[in-house]
Antibody, heavy 125, light 107 residues
Framework: EVQVLESGGGLAQPGGSLRLSCVGS????????MNWVRQGPGKGLEWVSS?????????????NYADSVKGRFTISRDDAKNSVYLQMNSLRDDDTAVYYC?????????????WGRGTLVTVSS | DIQMTQSPSSLSASVGDKVTITCRAS??????LNWFQHKPGKAPQLLIY???RLHSGVPSRFSGTGSGTDFTLTISSLQPEDSATYYC?????????FGQGTKLEIK
C-alpha cells in the first residue's frame, strides 16, 4: 500500500525556520517526483514545491517553487531514507497552513496521486 | 499562471442524486485536468486524472469529461460518504494550480 507521512510541523515565530519531513512507503521512492502542497485556514489548496527524481547523468534533481515561497523555502530528497524535506526560512504569518506531501503519478506527469494527511505549521508571535 | 474556476462554490444534494461540478481553465490545457476529493482531517484523494481516467480504487459513480478549457466532474448516484470538498487542478504546466473548491453537502 502506497503511503506518505509528514512530520515536523509546529509553531514558529515570524522570521523563523522549520523543517518538514515526508517519508514514503509501499513504492519505489527513488522513481517518483515528490511535492509539497499547502492549505491555509479557510483557503483552498496551493502547490508549494516539487522535486524530480535524481538524474543518473547529473546526479541532481530539478526543483520548482511557487512564487510565494521562492527564495525562502528549499526542497530536497534523500532516497536512501525514502524521504523528502521542505526547509522553510523567513517564515511569514501567511505561511500558516496544513502542509501535505504528495507523490507524482508517474513519468513526468504533474498528477498528484497519493497524499499524506498533512502537518500543521503555525507562524505566530 | 493558469487560473482555475470552479462552480458552484457549494451545493447540497440528496442521496441518489446526480451531481455535476464544473471547472474552467483560463487557457487551453488539452486534457491535463485532475479532480480531487478532500475530507476534513484526511489526505486528499485523486479521483480522476487526464480529465476522464478513473484513479485506482475510485468508485465508478465518479466520472470526468471535458477538454480544452471546460471540464466536468459527475457523481452519478450520490452516496453519504461523498460529502467532501472537491477540487480541480491543472497539470498542464508549473505552477500547478487548483480551483477554489466545491463543498458538497448531503441533505
Amino acid at each position: 500500500e502506497v503511503q506518505v507521512l509528514e512530520s515536523g510541523g509546529g509553531l514558529a515565530q515570524p522570521g523563523g525556520s522549520l523543517r518538514l519531513s515526508c517519508v514514503g512507503s509501499g513504492f519505489d521512492f527513488r522513481s517518483y517526483s515528490m511535492n509539497w502542497v499547502r492549505q491555509g485556514p479557510g483557503k483552498g489548496l496551493e502547490w508549494v514545491s516539487s522535486i524530480t527524481t535524481i538524474s543518473s547523468i547529473t546526479s541532481t534533481s530539478d526543483v520548482n517553487y511557487a512564487d510565494s515561497v521562492k527564495g525562502r523555502f528549499t526542497i530536497s530528497r534523500d532516497d536512501a531514507k525514502n524521504s523528502v524535506y521542505l526547509q522553510m526560512n523567513s517564515l511569514r504569518d501567511d505561511d500558516t497552513a496544513v502542509y501535505y506531501c504528495a507523490r507524482d503519478r508517474c513519468c513526468g506527469t504533474l498528477d498528484l496521486d497519493y497524499w499524506g494527511r498533512g502537518t500543521l505549521v503555525t507562524v505566530s508571535s | 499562471d493558469i487560473q482555475m474556476t470552479q462552480s458552484p462554490s457549494s451545493l447540497s444534494a440528496s442521496v441518489g442524486d446526480k451531481v455535476t461540478i464544473t471547472c474552467r481553465a483560463s487557457q487551453y490545457i488539452t486534457n491535463y485536468l485532475n479532480w480531487f476529493q478532500h475530507k476534513p482531517g484526511k489526505a486528499p484523494q485523486l479521483l480522476i486524472y487526464s480529465a476522464s481516467r478513473l484513479h485506482s480504487g475510485v468508485p465508478s459513480r465518479f466520472s470526468g469529461t471535458g477538454s480544452g478549457t471546460d471540464f466536468t466532474l459527475t457523481i452519478s448516484s450520490l452516496q453519504p460518504e461523498d460529502s467532501a470538498t472537491y477540487y480541480c487542478q491543472q497539470s498542464y504546466e508549473t505552477p500547478r494550480t487548483f480551483g477554489q473548491g466545491t463543498k458538497l453537502e448531503i441533505k
